[in-house]
């Protein structure tokens, strides 16, 4: 198998996994304050509750749209484009991409 489709396909497992702890998360936060009566405003405990809800929530998001970069590099490499910088045509150097498997710039045109 290709090294690069290799290094995506684990980094979107990990990516997968990681998505599917963090709903549990946030469903788990979620379902704590429904049973209590907490009032995220005025409620000491509420604003804690508010804070790990919206915590979860951008790490959620976050993951999320590291999956969607991974899975547009997967079909990239399906194309024949992985590796090419979208900003200057050139090829994205094999270190960058061992590093940023995902990345659709060259280290020049990343700025």
């Known amino acids: 198998m290709d ?7 684990e980094l979107r497992g990990r990516l997968v996994a990681q998505l599917a702890a963090l709903r549990a998360d946030h469903d788990a936060v979620v379902d704590a304050s ?3 009566n907490a009032d995220d405003e005025h409620d000491p405990e509420g604003a804690t509750i508010a804070f ?10 976050s993951a999320q749209q590291r999956l969607e970069e991974v899975d547009a590099a997967l079909q990239r490499l399906d194309d024949g484009t992985y ?15 061992e590093v940023r498997p995902a990345a659709t710039t060259c280290a020049t ?3």
Request: aromatic share 0%; charged share 40%; proline share 8%.
């Open 83 to 97: 590796g090419t910088c979208r900003a200057c045509g050139r090829p994205i150097a094999p270190e960058r991409l």
């Open 34 to 36: 429904r049973d209590s």
């Open 52 to 61: 790990e809800r919206a915590q979860v929530d951008a790490l959620a998001r």
């Open 109 to 111: 045109c990343r700025g």
């Open 3 to 9: 090294p690069a489709r290799e290094r995506l396909d």
